[in-house]
């Protein structure tokens, strides 16, 4: 299968927007305060664990699309250089 050139590209942003959010996500949810995610104790909740795995679940899911995307552009690139390659003036 042979992905464009547009949406290999949006495979890539959307694997690179994965890791910016859902790191800044795990982030504000070890700094939670609200008592949502730790108890009194300071122990993790039910509600930490869920949003965790929510977390951990779409970060590797976008960083296996961002992965397709990046594969996506390095196949095209070559190609073109191939193609390029193999014109010959005369």
């Known amino acids: 299968m042979k992905l464009s050139r547009p949406l290999s590209w949006f495979?890539?942003?959307f694997g690179a927007w994965s890791w910016v959010i859902w790191i800044t996500f795990?982030?504000?949810?070890?700094k939670?305060?609200?008592g949502?995610?730790?108890?009194a104790a300071?122990?993790?909740t039910a509600y930490f664990w869920i949003h965790l795995l929510l977390a951990?679940?779409?970060f590797l899911l976008g960083t296996a699309v961002g992965?397709?995307?990046f594969r996506s552009l390095r196949t095209l690139r070559r190609e073109q250089a191939d193609?390029?390659?193999?014109?010959t003036l005369g």
Do not use: Q, R
């Open 36 to 39: 949502l995610a730790f108890d």
């Open 56 to 58: 951990i679940t779409s």
């Open 26 to 30: 795990v982030k504000n949810l070890w």
């Open 83 to 87: 193609t390029e390659g193999s014109v």
């Open 67 to 69: 992965v397709i995307g």
């Open 11 to 13: 495979l890539l942003a």
């Open 32 to 34: 939670d305060g609200s």
């Open 42 to 44: 300071g122990d993790p």
